[in-house]
């Protein structure tokens, strides 16, 4: 039904509950198509990355893609190669996806950068982004880059993510007035002298109380981390 878009992450459904249907866009993260999605990434995050998490890290034996891997590189591929045809097919999707929820009594919510960290506002159709071309709908994000110019975009909600090695722009982050998620082993009550809420519940950011830590818990690859990507809590 949609080109671009999919509903299917659990963690996403869950949201139903509460009456929003969540609608992703996953390409291909890190450089995995080559050419890279993911400016601020590092090296935990991008071995830890839920690119591989549910069908799209099951492999059959000797191979090392799948049918959801191949559509996220054509999908990342036709964004670098044809972005006025992607932007245009992006726009439809999102048309077409506010109907399909609508009938179903839910709110439809967008998030972009599904498995990639691009800076949506910077792409436009007819020198309007996707944020002022759904002026009503309810757009959000996670991020490592820091200081996207992104807030007068009333309709768009950025939480920034905690990774190996960006300690600092986490500081500035929280300064700024975001939330922070960070991967732990066991979710603690605060962190950074913050209340810690469980980001696991659902996947919608802007209704999260502001000034907060989110807390995720490590799952898949991330168990194994030694990067200083997961904190842990519990001693070793
Ligand atoms: S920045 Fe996000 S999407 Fe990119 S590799 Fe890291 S975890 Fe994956």
Request: proline share 3%; glycine share 8%.
């Amino acid at each position: 039904m949609f080109k671009l878009l999919s509903t299917a992450n659990p963690k996403i459904q869950k949201g139903t509950k509460l009456g929003y249907l969540s609608f992703i866009l996953h390409l291909s993260p890190a450089d995995l198509s080559g050419r890279e999605v993911c400016p601020k990434r590092t090296a935990g995050c991008t071995q830890a990355c839920l690119n591989t998490a549910g069908r799209g890290g099951m492999f059959r034996k000797g191979e090392n893609t799948n049918v959801i891997q191949q559509a996220r590189i054509r999908k990342t591929r036709y964004f670098f190669e044809a972005r006025d045809y992607f932007m245009m097919d992006l726009y439809e999707d999102i048309a077409r996806a506010v109907r399909y929820a609508e009938r179903q009594g839910l709110t439809p919510v967008f998030r972009l950068n599904g498995t990639s960290d691009l800076s949506w506002e910077k792409y436009t159709i007819n020198e309007n982004n996707i944020f002022e071309l759904f002026p009503d709908v309810q757009f959000y994000d996670y991020t490592k880059v820091l200081g996207r110019k992104t807030s007068k975009y009333k309709n768009y909600h950025l939480t920034f993510s905690a990774a190996d090695g960006n300690d600092a722009d986490v500081q500035k982050a929280l300064a700024q007035g975001m939330n922070v998620t960070v991967v732990f082993d066991e979710i603690p009550e605060t962190y950074m002298g913050r209340p810690v809420f469980n980001a696991d519940e659902t996947d919608l950011r802007f209704l999260d109380p502001k000034g907060v830590i989110l807390g995720l818990k490590a799952k898949g690859r991330a168990k194994k981390d030694r990067t200083g990507f997961v904190v842990f809590m519990k001693q070793a």
